[in-house]
Structure formats: structure tokens, C-alpha cells
């Protein structure tokens, strides 16, 4: 007996033998295209065809699956006319000089990311959707792939990596005991029909299922639990209800707000943009509307590897969170490791006071190895988007000299070897240190930007250990030492012709927005799922007031 978990997506309980669905493998490639207009126009003539295919798979649904399952195809066809997804397929073929199946894919794995980023089963049910109209494009605009049906009379229990829309609805649904799919956590297009269908089905059991079913065998699927047991023992399941959450209140806000801008009712407009650790939290970026990325903590890549993270590793990394963000601001911070973010491989002394030592940009530049091979990644991906690096730790005008010239020598060096870069990368600082915001009128004119650091700033402010969760009653987060260095660090910005953002958790604390904006604060970076609650507060604040 073998057990496989994934998610339950239609309750119910199917015993019956199990039929691998194989599919031809699409890979789409980028290809650089100089000539944006006629990709335009074969994308649009794409579109068009699939708009065609799936209204004549809404006839041939109907009868299969009835009014219910064949309103997804109609959903589909207006997915195909949806601003956001065009928008998003156009600007990348027309911004980045990618083909049409490159830009597709990409932004159907961001689409797909963002609606699996929810907790609403019915707004993951899009991810799915925006997957198959997406490979509906692909497949018009590059060629066919098609799964083969099981070809045996009796009920089967479908087993795929993956399945669309299109494909279930191929399926003789009299002869469908159960769906279940290695991949697709989010992927709930599966679900819609078989729930249709009144099927059950598990999704995202892993490609380890796959490898080891055979036809013939026999399964038991546990449609709610989400669990497969192939070759079982003798077992009954129980039949369950399906599981539908319903987050209407947070789907409300996010229709209400996605698209608006960030303005104040006396008419003062800022940015509001989202900390990512990861590039798995590009999802969540895009579905809450963030405006870019204010701060993208790049030591996680470093935390999570077990050696030190290659330049063509980071490369990758950062240009796909670039592509993926088109031509929003995307600000990657440099490694920030040390104090409470240790990693083992890079043997750093223990030290008595870590808060207070070698970390941050103090590591870069003590080991210029591993700091040129970060920027080196970060210059490279800068041709893929809209790019600003940010150090981190900073104290001192000789610091960001030395950064300075280590990203001079870097560009010469990826210049003359040949490599495309962008030369609108904004450089900025971290105003993190009481000594930085102090001096901040020395560095703005170093640098093209600040973004404050108010974890770092308040417990070197106010000498609270920002890990010591005894120090909670002496740490005032709205300490007024602490305010009036942002103050003072915006007013040095301003003065320079910067901008300053605030990419501290501070940055998400509703009841200072307004001071914040009083101050000319002109970015705010929290985390996703705060982005829309701080832009309904903006919208809320009147400054005349
Ligand atoms: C900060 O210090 O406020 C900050 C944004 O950086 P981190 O939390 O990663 O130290
Ligand atoms: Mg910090």
C-alpha cells in the first residue's frame, strides 16, 4: 500500500482502478524579437483564435456537463478580454522584446501565483483558468499539445500532471471515477468541473505520484481529506463535504481598491510598494497591487542555500522577479546577514554583541567576493527591468564611496565583457543607523534614494534589542527620537531632489501614515497583504486637516 497526500477538491470517495494521463511537454523559449509591432499583432490573431476555440467548447460542453460546467469556457473567454492580463502579455513583448509564448508564460505563472496566493478556493479556482487560457495561447501561437485519452470502457480514475478545463471536459465523464493531479495546489480547474460533475478529485499530490501509478492499479481517493492510497489494504473512507472558504470580506476590499491610485483626498500621491523575501512572494505582490517592490531581502537566497548562492543562481532570481514586475520599480537590497540572520557557510566568528558587528554591508565590504558576485548578478539582471539596489547598514559617507566604486568597477567590467545592462539602475541606502540619518544631508547627494529601516532605527535609537521580547515595554515605536530622524532624513532627501521610502515595519503602522505623509514621505513598502489596507488608509487622509 502506497499513501500520497495533496489537497482534497471535491469531496467523496472513489475505489477503482487508475488510468496516467501522458501529455506532450511544451516548453516555450525566449526568444529576443526586434520587431514589437507584428508580435503584437500575432498575439492579438491568437487571441482571437482561442476566443473562437472556446466558444465552440461551450456548445460541446453543455450537453457533458451542463449549463453550470460549461460556464467556465464563457469565464475563459472573458479572462482572454481581461486590461490586467493583456496589459501585462503587451508590455512585456513590447518593453522586454520577448515572443509572445515567452511573455504568456510569464505572466500566466504570475497570474497563476497571484490568484494561488489567496485563501478563497473560488479565486484560486482563476489561477487554474488563467493557466489553461494561457496554454490555450501557447498552444495556438507555437503549436499543439494533447493529452491522450484512456482508451479501456470501465470508470477510471484519471490521474495527470496537470488538467484544463478543455481536457476534462474530453474526457467521457460516465467513465471518470476520480481526478487527481500531481501538481496544481492552486490549480482548481479540476475542481470547478469536477465539482460540476459532482466528481472527486486531489490535486497536487506530487510528481513522485506520478512516477510510481500504474495503469490498471488500484486507488482509493479520499476526495476531502485529500488523500490517494494506491494498491490499499481494505479500507472505507469516509464521504465528506467540500471545502469552500469564503474570505468575502478581504475579496470585497481587493475589488474595491485593486487599480485605484494611492492619493489623500487633498490630492498628495505616494507610492505603495511590497516586501518580498522571496521570489515565491511575487504572487502575493501582484495580487494585492503593489506598485513595485520597495525592498527585496536578498539574504534570504543565502539563508536558504547550503553554500554560498552562484552568480548565475542569483542572476536567474533577481531577473525573474525583474520580468515579472515588467517595468514596475523593483528595489533589491544586498545581502543583510549577521546579527539574527546567521549562515553557517560563511564562518563568522560568534560574536558578544551580533546587533552591534559584522553584518550587512560591513560583510560585503570586508569580503568583496562575495559582494562583487551579488552585484555582478544584480547588474546583469538589471537589463530585464525596472531595477534599484539598495545597501543596507549603513553609517558612513567612506561606505558608500567604497559601494560606489565597487558598482563603477562592476558595470566596467560586465561592459567590457560584453553583457547588456541597464544604466537606470537608482542606487540607494538603508537610513537604518541613527548615524546615517543624522548625516543623512552628507549622503543624500551619494546616493538616488533612501528607504528607512525602522526595525534597525528604533532598536539603535532607542537601545532595544529588537529580538528581546522583554524590551517590548521600553521599545515606543512612535518614539519621538525615532520620528525625528525620518524627519530630518526626509527633509536631507528632499533637499537633494531624492526620494525616501520607508521599508520598515513602521512603514505598515496605520496610525502614523498620516504623519508620514505629513513628513513628504514619498514611498511606503510593507508586506503584501497590508498593501490595500494602507492605501484605503492614504485614500482616507485628508492633509489639509
Ligand atoms: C529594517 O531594519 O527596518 C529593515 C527593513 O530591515 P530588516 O528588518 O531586514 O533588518
Ligand atoms: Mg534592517
Known sequence: MRYFGGKGVCGGIAIGKISVLRRRDATVTRVKITDTASELERFEAARSQAIRELDELYEKALPEVGEAGAQIFDIHRMMLDDDDYNESIRTMIEKQQINAEYATALTADNFEAMFGAMDDSYMQAR????????????????????????????????????????????????????FVTAHGSTNSHTAILARSMNIP????????????????????????????TVSPDDEAMREAEKKLADDTAARQLLEELRGKKNITRDGTQIQIYANIGSVDNIGAVLLNDAGGIGLFRSEFLYLESSDFPSEEEQFGIYKRVLESMADKKVIIRTLDIG????VGYFGLDKEENPALGLRAIRICLTRPEVFITQLRALYRASAYGNLGIMFPMITSVTEIAEILEYCREVREDLTREGVAISDNVELGIMIETPAAAVISDKLAPMVDFFSVGTNDLTQYTLACDRQNPKLEEFCDTHHEAVLRLIEYAAKSAHAHGKWIGICGELAADFTLTKTFLQMGIDELSVSPPYVLKLRDTVRGIDLRE
Open 127 to 178: 489561477a487554474a483558468d488563467v493557466r489553461d487560457i494561457s496554454n490555450r495561447l501557447i498552444r495556438v501561437l507555437s503549436g499543439t499539445s494533447e493529452v491522450e485519452t484512456p482508451s479501456s470502457g470501465e470508470k477510471l480514475i484519471i490521474c495527470a500532471d496537470d488538467l484544463a478545463p478543455s481536457e476534462t471536459v474530453a474526457l467521457d465523464k460516465s467513465r471518470v471515477l476520480a
Open 339 to 342: 546579527a539574527d540572520k546567521q
Open 201 to 228: 478529485a486531489v490535486i497536487g499530490v506530487g510528481d513522485a505520484f506520478l512516477a510510481s501509478v500504474r495503469d490498471g492499479e488500484t486507488a482509493i481517493v479520499n476526495g476531502q481529506a485529500g488523500e490517494v
